[in-house]
């Protein structure tokens, strides 16, 4: 019982902790301004991590690698220390290149599971209070990802469906990682 509290509890940390490395990456590739609280709420959080590892490799022109090298050092520690929670002790040195992959893996869930809850946040604040002060940073975000799907979509007046489309097709990225991760590993 105490090794699954302790498990859960890990789980929500560190997924909440490199979710916040992915939208610190996010931001910097659509270029939200720093000053946003939301940014700088997402920087200060993240800067101990990413700033030593910026000291070493620097961020590309849309894509800002220490955040993601963070993260997914985030996502290696979180998976080592699942193991250590669940079974006890680390796990064997031949098993080291499947966990640094399913490190990989796991970012990849991640950045899935934040388009999923901030396209379904937009969505209902959309519909329920659509002058919410955070609705500009989530439309700045979500922005890239809906405006291809809404080329592509008929128009429907004043009806979007786009969104919808983008959490069907998160939903469905979700589950092929999942399988994927599973028949590799069968974590």
């Given at each position: ?60 022109k849309r ?54 809850w901030i ?67 069968g974590v």
């Amino acid at each position: 019982m105490f090794s699954e509290v302790l498990h859960f509890l890990i789980n929500i940390i560190f997924s909440l902790f490199g979710i916040a490395l992915i939208i610190r990456a996010w931001i910097y590739a659509i270029r939200l301004h720093p000053f946003n609280p939301y940014s700088q709420a997402v920087l200060r959080t993240t800067d101990w991590l990413v700033n030593p590892i910026r000291s070493v490799v620097g961020p590309g022109k849309r894509i800002d690698w220490p955040s993601l090298i963070a993260c997914w050092l985030t996502a290696l520690a979180f998976l080592l220390l699942s193991v250590l929670a669940l079974s006890g002790q680390l796990p064997p040195v031949q098993s080291v290149l499947p966990i640094l992959l399913t490190a990989l893996l796991t970012m990849l869930k991640w950045t899935f599971n934040l388009i999923l809850w901030i396209t379904l946040i937009q969505a209902i604040l959309s519909w329920v209070n659509p002058l919410a002060p955070v609705m500009p940073v989530l439309q700045t975000l979500t922005a890239p990802l809906l405006d291809p799907i809404r080329r592509i979509l008929p128009n429907l007046g004043g009806l979007d469906l786009s969104p919808l489309v983008l959490l069907v097709l998160a939903q469905v990225a979700m589950m092929v990682l999942q399988q994927f991760t599973f028949s590799l590993f069968g974590v």
